[in-house]
């Protein structure tokens, strides 16, 4: 029977306006991996993610999904939901 080990990827979102350049936000690894964690972005013009797990973004406006997988075999994912807002919706939601 395989052990199953706790292991997750913090925040679960990250939301900021457009135009915050230089923006970057660290993603914290908890628990166990069974490897050395690697990360996916589904659309890399709204963010980006270093190997150090480090995410940049503000650029574009839009949504993407990071991936974070904890083996090559990418049996095991954990996910962290990105949104970079106009910065006019973003004083409308104030």
Known sequence: M???QYWDVFPKTIKVSHGSLNMSVPLSIRGNPRGNVCFDVSNMAIATVNEA???SLGYNV????IAAYD???RSSVRYVQVEVISVAAAVANA
């Open 2 to 4: 395989d052990q199953v």
């Open 62 to 65: 839009g949504a993407t999904i």
């Open 53 to 55: 797990g480090v995410v």
């Open 71 to 73: 083996s090559e075999d």
